[in-house]
């Protein structure tokens, strides 16, 4: 057994992630056996606590009408995700450029940022009806105010020398900020990405809360009314999903695009 | 109004004199003259904050003079800068992260486009001369991340001689190094000089460097930097690091610390 320690670094990278994981698959396993067994003991009454096997019980018979809501809330997520970071992408590169939309703009985008998004939510309801838009719109107001903070702070992390140099080659504004201030601000984009990615999902559930007819957040929602605490549970897994799934979606773009070494922040 | 001795390639500073605006004004160099001439190779030596890199900064027109004037090739800086008359190498090597080294040697090339003075079939041949000649051959694809500090530096150098300027501007560009990374590199610069032949501009605060490289040693003051002394540097090209151990140059630097260091005692006796 101790022999094998040695062979550890020889191993293939896929088992080598799953001797890293191990441990972890273990304790998740652990738990769950943990909880089954506590359950079933103690009587705990099903509406307080499901066991494991009820909400895997849940999750077969309900399988596919839960992957078809969690796919509306993914659908919201990514729509308010793009249409979020895309203005804010838009506004930091104008407000890199001209400071004084900056400095009338970034307070409200600052006071907008500190209104609870649940206090929002049930207006948004009321303005844009109980389809789509408002979700989307309450998943894109959260990815924003993230985009729009990294995306300036990146596109202004250029050295000041290497803007003199830009200036001695009497390089235009557009040569500047494609082949130095973008590249250079990928890097805190795709961070800010990484979080907004997971806000985005959030955003959408809780704008399903205030007022949906499908969605994830709306099986969370109708369950608890009904005190199905196991249904309960398996949406609270398809949402947690939902949110990994589109994380790492994103790391993986980010991977593909920062290439070079070095070039990814630290978490 | 020109400057009778402007009429030609020299770089030539005439009272110059540089405050910084603001609530507590600076004032960076005081009633500086003196020439440089084409294809000379000066340094500028001096106390931390005495204005040398304002001066390469007045040089190359990224900042203008309150007082004085100054000549770049029959030119003002300005429309030096607009022939893209200067390379400019930094104490950081300020390269691009996402660009090989190859790909950053060349960049110059891009952002100059039309105005390039290297057609766009010799770009790549020529920056892969220019790696070569700073020693870099087979390091064209590695990216700064992987490369060494004084490496980084080279390619720095390359890409500020790719597009063939008139006069190379030098930060402390061996500052941040160690003192063998720094001697190789100085011995690196002279072999590259040798063959560019271009003006050199040379800022450091090693006399030990300055006289070793250059034609000329301009000792700046302490702030606001004046022309304390302009020294000429005797010692025959092409040099080697033998030079360093002659008695002449033993005694070359003594005096030159010596004047640095009169001068510092001297200023910090008055109120
Ligand atoms: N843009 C600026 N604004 C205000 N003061 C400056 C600026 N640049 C340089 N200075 C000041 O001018 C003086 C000379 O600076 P610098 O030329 O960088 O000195 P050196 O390169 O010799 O160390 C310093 O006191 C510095 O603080
Ligand atoms: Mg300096």
């Known amino acids: 057994m101790m022999a094998n320690h040695d062979n550890v670094k ?28 506590l359950v079933t003991v103690l009587k705990v009454p099903r509406y307080v606590l499901p066991s494991p096997l009820n909400i895997l019980e849940i999750i077969i018979k309900r399988g596919i009408d839960l992957v078809i809501q969690v796919g509306w809330t993914m659908l919201e997520a990514i729509m308010g995700f793009a249409l979020g970071a895309g203005v804010a992408f838009i506004a930091a590169s104008i407000f890199v450029h001209v400071r004084l939309i900056e400095r009338s703009m970034l307070p409200w985008a600052i006071v907008l940022e500190t209104v609870p998004i649940v206090a929002i939510a049930p207006l ?39 803007l ?68 309960l549970f398996a949406g609270i897994t398809f949402s947690s999903l939902a949110g990994v799934v589109f994380y790492q979606i994103i790391s993986g773009l980010e991977r593909l695009i920062l290439y070079w070494p070095g070039a990814r922040l630290p978490e | 109004m020109m400057n009778v001795d402007a009429t030609n390639n020299n770089i030539v500073l005439s009272n110059v004199g540089m405050i910084f605006p603001g609530e507590q004004q600076v004032e960076a160099l005081r009633d500086v003259s003196f020439t ?14 005495c204005g040398k890199s304002t001066l390469l900064r007045l040089v190359s027109g990224l900042i203008a003079p309150t007082t004085g004037e100054i000549s770049v090739r029959s030119k003002t800086p300005a429309q030096a800068q607009a022939d893209v008359d200067f390379g400019f190498v930094f104490q950081e090597p300020v390269l691009f992260p996402w660009l090989t080294a190859l790909e950053n040697v060349i960049l110059p090339i891009q952002i100059l486009g039309k105005r390039s003075p290297v057609k766009d079939q ?5 920056a892969r001369q220019l790696l070569a000649d ?3 051959s087979g390091f064209e694809k590695h990216y700064p991340e992987q490369l060494s500090g004084g490496m980084k530096q080279r390619v720095a150098i390359a890409r500020a001689l790719i597009y063939h300027p008139p006069i190379l501007l030098m930060d402390e560009p061996f500052g941040a190094l160690d003192e063998f990374t720094r001697d190789r590199l100085n011995l690196l610069l002279l072999h590259v000089w040798e063959k560019i032949r271009a003006t050199i501009i040379f800022v450091t605060h090693s006399i030990t460097e300055a006289l070793f490289l250059s034609d000329r040693v301009v000792m700046l003051s302490s702030r606001p930097g004046r022309v304390m002394s302009i020294v000429d540097v005797p010692f025959e090209r092409p040099r080697t690091f033998d030079v360093r151990f002659t008695q002449e140059f033993t005694e070359l630097t003594a005096e030159l610390r010596h004047m640095l260091q009169l001068r510092e005692v001297a200023d910090d006796g008055q109120p």
Not at chain 1, 10 to 20: D, Q, R, V
Not at chain 1, 180 to 193: D, G, H, K, M, W
């Open chain 1, 10 to 37: 020889k191993k293939s990278p896929i088992i080598h992630t799953l001797s890293e994981w191990f441990p972890a698959i273990l304790l998740f396993l652990g738990t769950i056996v943990l909880w089954q067994i």
């Open chain 1, 124 to 162: 948004l309801t009321i303005w844009l009806g109980f389809g789509l838009a408002p979700k989307v719109v309450i998943a894109a107001i959260v990815c924003f105010f993230p985009v729009l903070v990294n995306t300036t702070r990146g596109l202004r992390s250029v050295a000041p020398q290497a």
């Open chain 1, 164 to 231: 003199e140099l830009m200036h001695l080659l009497s390089a235009s504004r557009w040569q500047v900020y494609f082949r130095v201030r973008l590249p250079s601000a990928t890097p805190f984009i795709f961070s800010a990405l990484k979080v907004a990615s997971s806000l985005s999902v959030i955003g959408a559930i809780v704008a399903e809360f205030t007022g949906a007819d499908r969605g994830i957040g709306y099986v969370v929602v109708s369950a608890s009314y009904r005190l199905d605490t196991a249904l």
């Open chain 2, 36 to 49: 440089i001439r084409d294809k000379e190779f000066v340094s500028l030596v001096g106390p931390s904050g």
């Open chain 2, 122 to 126: 010799e770009v790549i041949a020529y």
């Open chain 2, 134 to 136: 700073v020693e870099l």
